[in-house]
């Protein structure tokens, strides 16, 4: 059986080294999740992100795990 689609909303912190690579991109590409980023902040220090992740629980959690092997920061804002 399938799993159902959800949508969960994570506060993110990248690191300034991990600001040029192309992380959104890649989990689109790599993971059935469509991103939504629904605010950044970029300054001297880092970037902040709200993004939306929406995919099944499984394709989620790689995505997120993905994301904090890369050095980024995660913390779940909702649990729709």
Request: proline share 2%; with cysteine.
């Given at each position: 059986?399938?799993?159902d ?7 993110m ?5 991990a600001?040029?690579?192309p ?6 590409q790599m993971f059935?999740?469509v991103?939504?980023?629904?605010a950044?902040?970029?300054n001297?220090k ?7 992740l929406?995919g099944?629980?499984?394709e ?7 994301f904090?092997?890369h050095?980024?920061v995660?913390e779940p804002?909702?649990e729709?």
């Open positions: 059986m399938a799993e689609q959800i949508s969960r909303v994570f506060n912190r990248f690191p300034r080294e600001v040029s690579d992380l959104i991109y890649n989990v689109g059935k999740v991103t939504v980023i629904r950044a902040t970029i001297d880092d970037c902040l992100m709200a993004l939306e929406r099944t629980k499984t989620i959690e790689k995505t997120v795990k993905y904090k092997d050095r980024v995660v804002l909702n729709k």
